[in-house]
């Protein structure tokens, strides 16, 4: 082997480590994302079962209509969370665009929605009431939930999704990831809302928690 291709062949082994180190800090950083909201590995693989794996936070907050909506108003539905703001210009048209698609997939009025405004200073309850309008939301059974700041971000970690206010720096961050949760206040589902087949899991799974019986003394809320 003459010096030339030895050159040629310490190159190529050269490219190949640097794209093994590539491939390696590419997962390491996917893992470290998905570790920031309800993905922990556990949580996930319970979840593909159903499992019942944490309960949904208690909280009382206002809806597009100005009504009060609290954990107690979904008792004894089946219903799917997610954080949001109406003036998102990233993930939350495609988040709302999945639940539009969902309230047609399950068009049961136990299978509830609900949106959590982490932008409250700007979404007000007409505020939301006109966006809700506009992106077609079935209103008898999808909740737009407003409330001061501090509170909204505090029932985001209740929830486990991630969710950060504004800074100097940065605009309002938060996961795409949806929560399905059942008829007691029992978060038994995470999906991806830009995953096709994580969306038609979740439909799925929404049917499985309609078919199950509320528990004793568990009645829906009128």
């Not at 997962?27 to 794996?53: F, I, T, Y």
């Not at 009431?129 to 008898?140: F, H, I, L, M």
């Not at 100097?168 to 929560?179: E, V, Y």
Request: charged letters at 20%; a neutral charge; hydrophobic letters at 40%.
């Amino acid at each position: 082997m003459d010096r030339t291709q030895k050159t040629l062949l310490t190159a190529l082994w050269a490219l190949a480590v640097l794209a093994m180190i590539g491939v390696v800090a590419t997962g390491m950083l996917a893992r470290r994302h998905a570790s920031s909201d309800a993905e922990d590995p556990h949580l996930v693989a319970a979840a593909a079962r159903l499992e019942p794996l944490y309960d949904a936070p208690g909280f009382s907050l206002t809806d597009q209509h100005g009504r009060t909506v609290s954990d107690q108003t979904l008792r004894g539905k089946v219903w799917v969370a997610m954080v949001f703001f109406t003036q998102c210009p990233g993930v939350c048209p495609m988040m709302v665009s999945r639940m539009t698609e969902l309230q047609k997939a399950v068009p049961s009025p136990e299978i509830n929605i609900v949106s959590f405004s982490i932008d409250p200073n700007r979404d007000t309850p007409e505020t939301m009431k006109a966006y809700a309008d506009r992106v077609g939301a079935d209103q008898s059974r999808w909740y737009f939930l407003t409330g001061p700041e501090p509170t909204m971000f505090q029932v985001a970690r209740g929830l486990k999704l991630a969710a950060a206010p504004a800074t100097a720096d940065q605009p309002i961050t938060h996961t795409q990831k949806l929560l399905l949760i059942d008829r007691q206040n029992r978060i038994r589902g995470i999906y991806d809302s830009a995953d096709d087949l994580s969306m038609q899991q979740l439909a799925q799974d929404a049917r499985t928690l309609l078919a199950e019986k509320p528990a004793a003394g568990k009645e829906p809320t009128p």
